[in-house]
């Protein structure tokens, strides 16, 4: 029951009048605070939501929960504002005091998780470091495929020069072999033994003893 009278009283406007009935507001003074702590809480909103956008699609990301507390904080700061500018007209100066603490509390709880990440974020390698070793590495992977297509097109040359030289080897191979069989084809037409044996794979040929 309490706590039911606690969060009826944060909304209770009794004792206070409207912002625009305490003091004297003129309407560009009204109007200019206004619209500056709407625009403020618009942007206060904006930021956390593209934070919190970028840290659940980048799991990696060093220190999420500090970046869970700059979302808390940031909001919050914008909900004050936002209360601002609501007092004009409807003054819950106990809602705002509330919130007030909250930014607060959530401003050091911010503060104080930073200082222990502090001499681990110093020992992280800075975007230029990074960018360098990157650069490193793509010139060694340049030189390295550089190399790699040069001995590619050393083989592919010692291999052209390999298969021309085969088909010469073969060629000349062929042509004895031809002028063999001319021979014994001769020596049989004369009734004599044929003077060389021709194998089937053109290889290892022998003469025979002369008859």
């Known amino acids: ?6 969060a009826t009283s944060l909304f209770d406007t009794s004792d206070f009048p409207e912002r625009w009935h305490c ?3 003129t309407e560009f003074h009204g109007w200019t605070h206004i619209i500056s702590d709407l625009a403020t809480f618009g942007a206060y909103t904006a930021i956390p ?3 919190a956008y ?13 970046f869970w507390l700059f979302c808390a904080f940031i909001f919050a700061c914008g909900t004050v504002h936002l209360i601002e500018a609501v007092i004009f007209w409807w003054p819950v100066y106990r809602l705002s005091a509330l919130v007030k603490a909250i930014t607060a509390i959530v401003s050091w709880a911010t503060v104080l998780a ?6 681990t974020a110093l020992s992280l390698p800075g ?6 070793r990157l650069e490193d590495e793509i010139a060694e992977r340049a030189r390295t495929e550089e190399a790699l297509q040069q001995r590619a097109d050393a083989l592919e040359k010692l291999t052209s020069e390999l298969e021309r030289f085969s088909r010469v080897a073969v060629g000349r191979e062929q042509r004895i072999v031809d002028l063999k069989r001319e021979v014994n084809a ?9 003077p060389y044996t ?9 003469q025979t003893d002369d008859s």
């Open 49 to 51: 939501c593209v934070l």
């Open 1 to 6: 029951m309490s706590y039911l009278v606690l």
């Open 127 to 132: 975007l230029a470091k990074i960018n360098e």
């Open 198 to 206: 021709i194998s089937e794979g053109f290889e290892d040929d022998h």
């Open 114 to 119: 930073m200082i222990p990440i502090i001499p």
């Open 23 to 25: 003091g004297h507001w």
């Open 54 to 66: 970028f840290i659940i699609k980048r799991r990696d990301i060093p220190f999420p929960r500090i």
């Open 186 to 194: 001769m020596a049989a037409e004369l009734g004599r033994a044929a």
